[in-house]
């Protein structure tokens, strides 16, 4: 996929595409159409077999993009995640200390997965008012566009900062990169089309929150806001909007079907993954079909145990988050989040300590699977679920943007505490304890600890910078050069954003402006 837009949507809106079925259970929630060959020239696209077709087709081309780590490459600049400073890892570890350059490996992925999503989400949209049959059904589809559409450009501006908008299918027009105001909008003006074109539960489906409903977009709509009200955009007002939305989900959580799970820890196993209800927006994984999970198992693990070293846990997040959970008693979430034994390769199942190998930084459970018994924990593809959104950061959303709009009202704290106490905290918070705000901003912290939303929290704080000074310098992956030129907290735009790859300016040079 290249962005000069007469090669952007030829590969889709002039041939014919085949969307394979996928026909077994795990899969059955984003791909339900037979294997047709569908028209996306959206002039001829006009049946609602076809527009399913072309829907499905745009979630399996997201589904085979965010499988692989690379997808969420932004994520490793956060302060909770880090991987290996050599080998093949050179892409992710410049992601990581804020060095990125147009050449950088593996920045490309966000950028041309979420335009292919982009490319599906148009054709369908476009094609609209030609579309004939059951307008519940239509509305649905089409609503789910919007989703995909809103959500690519998300991910698109959480990485890449100002990107450019395309809303048209087959234009040649030479399009800049946007403010961000005009993204922001964009995503805005999907997320509410999705709102109003989405079910309250979207039928059938195995795995809650596979496919979007209202209260998914009601959800993202909260994020959206929330990460408004901070950088680059600062319009507190939007802090308001965010409480206001996330509190829409919680207060109909049992018509959507959304709550807590006892156990975080399964929703990060294979065997778990069917049997929960906390995924808002979820992508389910499958082996067999060719679109297996990517980012988890082995890729988690140091060379002694089979691993392959790709993400890992910062060592001063863990050893913060450890003594966090010593005080609060939330020593089942930190159990929850990282592996503190693993079988080493070539020893009797005996276990050993993370410190003890030669990698020295913490294991992720989250990367390598809650269950390390597993088949896909010992292997680099798996059946887990790619979780996007979780119930608990929409309760979070709610605690932090009630705070930060003025408010302190009993059930923003409820919602706080509610995550606390599913982490095993021994005591409720109250506002004798501190700013709400400041409190859910740090529950989101350790509650969404390796799932690659840390780096956008620290970007909109603009405290990235600080978190940066605050890695552990005595370890081997930590080395003198990176820790003695780390980018002053005043970076802005070159230490919250990555570039867009250079492949894409030579195709779109008026990008470089």
Known sequence: MKLNMNKLYSRLSAVMLLFSALAVTSCSDLLEESADEVLLNPETLNTVDALEAVVSGTYTKLLNSARWSDFLIMGYGGDDITTHSAINKIGFREADWRRQTTLSQRIARTYTGCYDVVTGSNIAINARENIEGDQETIDRLIGEAHFLRGFAYMYLTMTYGRVPIQLESNSNAEIPRAEFIDVYTQIESDFLQAESLLPDVYPNLTVIGSRPSTATAKAFLARLYLYWGGFPLNDQSKYALAAAKAKEVIDNEALYGYGLVENVGALFTEAGRFNQNEGVFTLVSCVTCGLANRTMGRLGMPPEARGWSETFGEIAFFEDMQADAALNGTEKRFNDTFVLEVIPRNENPVGAEWKSFSDPHPILRKVTGGDLTEPGTNNTVGEFNRYFMRYAEVLLT???????????????????????????????????????????????KWELAGESLRMTDLVRTQTLGDALLRRNQGSQMETADEVNNIIPATGGENLYF?????????IAPWLND
């Open 398 to 444: 709610y605690a932090e943007a009630t705070g930060r709009s003025g408010g302190n009202d009993a059930m923003a704290w409820t919602a706080l505490n509610r995550v606390r106490n599913r982490a095993g905290a021994t005591a409720e918070l109250t506002s004798g304890d501190g700013s709400l705000a400041d409190l859910a901003f740090l529950e989101r």
């Open 498 to 506: 990555s570039p867009i790859p250079q492949a894409q300016l030579d």
